[in-house]
Antibody, heavy 119, light 107 residues
Framework: EVQLVQSGAEVKKPGESLRISCKAS????????ITWVRQMPGKGLEWMGR????????NYGPSFQGHVTISVDKSISTAYLQWSSLKASDTATYYC????????????WGQGSLVTVSS | DIQMTQSPSSLSASLGDSVTITCRAT??????LAWYQQKPGRVPKLLIY???TLQSGVPSRFSGSGSGTDFTLTISSLQPEDVATYYC?????????FGGGTKVEIK
């Protein structure tokens, strides 16, 4: 069974760093890209970027380049999304999902990780 | 970058009604278009890909059509469990942009 299991909810202060994770199972991790999507409270879905786990090739969305870092650890079939300095505006639910090709639709989604940034 | 615009942003319809949501791309994307359903408080779920191919397990009352720049999602007979926000998404090339969403409610 394909599963993408994300790390739990986080409460952080502005300026703090954070890394959230997305652990894949039930399929060959390096055969599917991983995308991260942001959903701010009460708002729509925003594509943040994608990574090819086979070679760590990354594309970032124009609003997220330079603000987040996407990475993977193939040895443990896990993708990461990290911030070096959080802002209150980073408060959102973050989803990971897989897609078969670089230009692919998202067939399996993680359960979401709620990140709250507040002083 | 190609932008995706959905209309309407919300709609209210009666049970059994046919409902149509439109998604328009600012440039042609062939049929690289997916539709997702997000019920309140839940994870989005893939409904349709390649503009008109129903994902396994999705009820047949959902259908998609279109190519190029104009696409539609139709629910042929609205059911209570269809209350959700629906998003289109282009995936021909990065960025893999979503539309703004259409919230569907029961009248």
């Amino acid at each position: 069974e394909v599963q993408l299991v994300q790390s739990g909810a986080e409460v952080k202060k502005p300026g703090e760093s954070l890394r959230i994770s997305c652990k894949a199972s039930g399929y060959t991790f390096t055969s599917y890209w991983i995308t991260w999507v942001r959903q701010m409270p009460g708002k729509g879905l925003e594509w943040m970027g994608r990574i090819d786990p086979s070679d760590s090739y990354i594309n970032y969305g124009p609003s997220f380049q330079g603000h987040v870092t996407i990475s993977v650890d193939k040895s443990i079939s896990t993708a990461y999304l990290q911030w070096s300095s959080l802002k209150a505006s980073d408060t959102a639910t973050y989803y990971c999902m897989r897609h078969f090709e670089a230009s692919g639709y998202f067939d399996y989604w993680g359960q979401g990780s709620l990140v709250t940034v507040s002083s | 970058d190609i932008q995706m615009t959905q209309s309407p942003s919300s709609l209210s319809a009666s049970l059994g009604d046919s409902v149509t949501i439109t998604c328009r791309a600012t440039q042609g994307i062939s049929n690289f278009l997916a539709w997702y359903q997000q019920k309140p408080g839940r994870v989005p779920k893939l409904l349709i890909y390649a503009a008109s191919t129903l994902q396994s397990g999705v009820p047949s009352r959902f259908s998609g059509s279109g190519s190029g720049t104009d696409f539609t999602l139709t629910i042929s007979s609205l059911q209570p469990e269809d209350v959700a926000t629906y998003y289109c998404q282009k995936y021909n090339s990065a960025p893999l942009t979503f539309g703004g969403g259409t919230k569907v409610e029961i009248k």
